[in-house]
């Protein structure tokens, strides 16, 4: 595969605005306001009833993002593996759970609305995957989306949201995902009026070796279309770690059986009690990755400097 120019990490928006890194960048978290989910020494979340297991491989209506760039993908469970062990959050409003934001997004010329995940590393900012901004459904559409809701910490679609539901038509993700639609550069962001990541608080996020990677524990939290047994999620928020199975320089994969509707959620580890991102969940099983594993966006050093810039920024 070429090596990207760093050009191609260049960040555009949808406003009209006049290689492996060598240094450890990082960004520490902040809590924001209320209480905390306690960690396990092992590095996953201490949810009572929660333990790492073996791995699966894996209506107008909601729809994952995903599939306009990657094609739809209906629920797959196969016999031959373990039981799932993503673990529904019940209490979204501890931190990091209330970091996590559902997003709705309408794409022009689509009736259906569009699901992803987002996550705060910012008072304004909530990162996540570039297909939820900019989504590229070959042949149709490939451009902004319209508009796209956040709703930090929901709790299922039949409650009212904890912290409040916010608007934007203001993002941002790099030009060379725009330009080619490079798998390297789906990330982006979502910019918003409203300060409210000060108050749910935000995910840190750094740049880390191969040697760190390699020995982490992967947790990711995000509103996928369904739960594990294949209903719908309805707006629910749900919770997986594994140990990292293997890097390179663009990726980190595991294998959490993630489903359409996580892209574009945090990829972190915990150092004790606080929450560091090491990539951008951008595919599952049928996105095209090997054997159906799991795969985030590395944050490396173009990546971190863009999330850098955007978590200073107001839509």
Not at 67 to 75: I, R, V
Not at 201 to 226: F, I, K, M, R, W
């Amino acid at each position: 595969m070429s090596t990207l120019p760093k050009t191609a990490h260049k960040p555009v928006s949808s406003r009209d605005h006049t290689s492996s890194p060598l240094r450890f960048l990082s960004e520490d978290p902040n809590a924001g306001v209320g209480k905390q989910q306690l960690t396990h020494p092992d590095g996953f979340e201490a949810i009572p009833g929660y333990r790492p297991g073996s791995r699966r491989p894996r209506k107008s209506r909601a729809r994952s993002v995903s599939s306009l760039t990657y094609g739809a993908q209906p629920f797959r469970l196969q016999a031959a593996e373990a039981a799932p062990t993503q673990t529904q959050v019940m209490d979204t409003t501890l931190y990091p759970w209330r970091s996590n934001a559902l997003l709705r997004i309408t794409v022009p010329s689509q009736s259906d609305i569009f699901l992803a995940t987002g996550w705060f590393i910012g008072p304004y900012a909530v990162a996540t995957a570039a297909h939820a901004v900019y989504p590229r459904e070959p042949g149709i559409y490939t451009g902004w989306a319209s508009q796209i809701e956040v709703i930090p910490g929901l709790n299922g679609d039949s409650n009212a949201p904890p912290f409040g539901s916010f608007t934007s038509n203001v993002f941002y993700c790099p030009n060379g995902w725009q330009t080619d639609g490079d798998l390297r550069l789906d990330y982006g962001v979502v910019l918003l009026s409203q300060g409210i990541g000060s108050q749910v608080g935000t995910y840190g996020y750094s740049t880390y070796s191969d040697d760190d990677l390699q020995t982490a524990v992967a947790n990711l939290a995000g509103y996928p279309e369904y739960k594990p047994d294949g209903s719908a999620a309805q707006g629910t928020q749900w919770y997986d770690s594994a140990s990292v199975a293997s890097v390179d320089d663009s990726f980190i994969y595991y294998t959490m059986g993630t489903q359409p509707g996580e892209s574009g959620s945090c990829v972190y580890r915990n150092i004790g009690d606080l929450r560091y991102a090491m990539a951008i969940h951008t595919a599952g099983q049928g996105d095209g990755t090997p054997n159906g594993i799991d795969r985030g966006l590395r944050i490396i050093e173009p990546i971190f400097e863009n999330l850098q810039q955007w978590a200073a920024m107001q839509g």
